[in-house]
């Protein structure tokens, strides 16, 4: 839906030209976005693989003030003998770029995507696979899962490794990306909460992640001790939600450099 976006600014961060206020409706930027999904198979009778068809429309004026910034399109096929494919079109007008991603899967342990570009600098841009294995004869771990890829525009190769336990509340995640290898740790501490530790391989940076899932939306927070405290909070209401941003630095030796930031974000649903 729209998306309205209202920033709250310290007044001792404007230059001197700039009056000094706490409300800036300078950063106003309106997006208003239209869907239309099918609820049935399309063409039951001609094409019944073809399970449903979405296409959407995000008209954003800063972009392009007379034609939607972007269309995409959505179409999800399944079969026995092939499994579920799905294929997704990407249209960008300031771009003037097409893009088409495909995704295969088999089942929940087999899967291959790939993104394809027509404008871009390379037709092949982006591939990746997946492949769960299950050890149901370990006690302690329950399943490994293995997700190679690779990004040809920025020249990326990257394989996650993650090793599941039985109960599937704790997992251990190695990244080997090419330029910051990480090691973490997820573990769910109850239905709601869900703790992630991770270090850098190269630097030996530690940062820590925070879930909590709310009734009506959830807070995340990221915490890198050199950096910066960042929570996001996500509150949904019966016509849309409230997104909330909140980063205080943690590095910095006067009052403006340790100056907190809040973002308040409505996104109407319609």
Same mark, same amino acid.
């Given at each position: ?16 030209? /700039? ?30 693989? !073809?399970?449903?068809? %979405? ?7 800063? /972009? ?16 026995? *003998?092939?499994?579920?494919? /799905? ?8 771009? %003037? ?14 899967? !291959? ?7 871009? %600098? ?33 020249? $990326? ?35 709601? $909460? ?16 925070? $879930? ?21 909070? *996500? ?9 909330? $941003? ?25």
């Amino acid at each position: 839906g729209p998306l309205l976006t209202i920033t709250l600014k310290d007044p001792e961060a404007s230059s001197a030209d /700039e009056p000094k206020k706490w409300l800036d409706l300078n950063s106003l930027k309106p997006n208003v976005a239209w869907a239309l999904q099918s609820k049935a198979p399309p063409l039951p009778n001609w094409f019944p693989s !073809l399970k449903s068809i %979405r296409s959407s429309a995000i008209y954003n004026p800063a /972009e392009a003030p007379y034609f939607p910034s972007q269309i995409d399109a959505t179409a999800r096929f399944s079969s026995e *003998v092939m499994g579920d494919l /799905e294929i997704q079109p990407l249209f960008q007008t300031k771009q %003037r770029k097409t893009s088409v991603m495909v995704q295969a899967t088999r089942g929940t342990t087999a899967s !291959l995507l790939a993104k394809f570009s027509f404008g871009g %600098r390379r037709f092949l841009e982006y591939v990746k696979s997946s492949c769960i294995i299950k050890l149901p004869f370990s006690s302690s771990v329950g399943a490994v899962k293995i997700e190679p890829s690779f990004d040809f525009v920025r020249s $990326n190769p990257k394989c996650l490794i993650e090793a599941i336990t039985s109960s599937g509340r704790t997992k251990a995640i190695l990244n080997m990306q090419w330029q910051d290898p990480t090691l973490s740790v997820v573990h769910a501490l109850d239905s709601r $909460n869900t703790i992630a530790p991770e270090i850098s391989l190269h630097t030996a940076k530690i940062m820590y992640r925070w $879930n909590m899932h709310l009734d009506s939306g959830s807070i995340n927070t990221l915490v890198d001790p050199t950096e910066a405290i960042h929570v996001t909070w *996500v509150d949904k209401s019966m016509n849309g939600r409230w997104i909330t $941003n909140f980063s205080l630095p943690l590095r910095g030796t006067t009052v403006k450099a340790l100056a907190a930031n809040v973002r308040l974000r409505r996104q109407f649903s319609f």
